[in-house]
């Protein structure tokens, strides 16, 4: 079977379950497990901030990052299918007391025009309009990314008007990759930033929230109510460690493989469009009176596995466990599929 539902499908290497199995650990919750601490000092070290909290999901650093930028009834902008707002089970109203205010985007890529339009006015009838999500890459943009100008933009209008930054960076290594940004211009413009090491970084288990100093205490008190303080963590966090060494620069090898799966589908007679393919992440759109949830069982049962993304949209992600004879596979799969 060749699996293409996530990037998040990945099984542990040999060389990171070595990592594992030798990390030294102790209990985080005393802030004793080396390996955890190590894991935490080199992310925020990546990106220029103080401090960083190991979470035992993406969803969790991204809802401890806007409880802790945020107080109940203040209001988050964010692109209408951003994770935070669309897949995280409406954590932002349930943990924080949020209400949401959401832009169309291109590809999910909001702007700072947009951003600017959509501050409430300091009125009484209003939420206090005071956080500011973007996602990198979108998810639901087909693994779009923004440009690190776009992104000062919107700094910038919320700098004037005194709104924090939260970035999901699941994927933000992947768009590193393609821009070659230093991530300490992004620890820069944002309070707080989430990456995921279960991702393209082939990792187990685990993200990361980064912070500046005035958060530590209440990220960590969050995560805590979350219930994702954890104690031998460091057995997960050594996998972390091993990832962000080895499985950086190879992101480079997924988006290759994405780019061919793209150019496979464009000239398949049932595959209506494509979207552009800038990562690891392939939309692809059906052909008018074909449905995803009749074609993604199809596809399955000729042995590869795609989600669908939409009523006439499938998604497939190419990640570390998926190799050169793995495509060739696919694409022979793919050009022989008829409907
Ligand atoms: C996967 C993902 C997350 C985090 O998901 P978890 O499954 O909770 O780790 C957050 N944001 C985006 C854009 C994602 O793709």
Sequence with gaps: MIDLRSDTVTKPTSGMMDAMMNAEVGDDVFGEDPTVNELEEKCARIFGMDGALFCPSGTMANQIGMAVLTQPYEEVICYEGSHIYKYEGGGLHGNSGLSVRLLKGDRGRITAHDVKKNINPDDQHFPTTSVVGLENTVNKGGGSYYNLKEIEEINEVARESGLKMHLDGARLFNA??????????????????????????????GSVLMFDRPLKR???????????????AGFLAAAGIYALENHVKRLKEDHRRARELGSCLNALSWVEEVLPVDTN?????????????????????????????GPDEIRLVTHLDYRDDDLEKTIDILKKFRR
């Excluded at 960590?220 to 219930?227: A, C, S, V």
């Excluded at 692809?284 to 993304?309: C, N, Q, T, Y």
Aim: proline share 5%.
């Design 218 to 232: 209440s990220a960590r008190r969050r995560r805590k109510t979350f219930g994702g303080a954890m104690r031998q």
């Design 281 to 309: 992440i392939v939309i692809f759109k059906l052909r008018p009176g074909m449905h995803s949830s009749e074609i993604v069982p199809e596809l399955e049962d000729k042995g590869i596995l795609s989600v669908a993304f």
């Design 176 to 205: 590193l990759e393609e821009t070659r940004d230093d991530p300490r211009d992004y620890g820069k413009m944002f309070e707080t930033i989430s990456i995921c090491l279960s991702k393209g970084l082939g990792a187990p288990v």
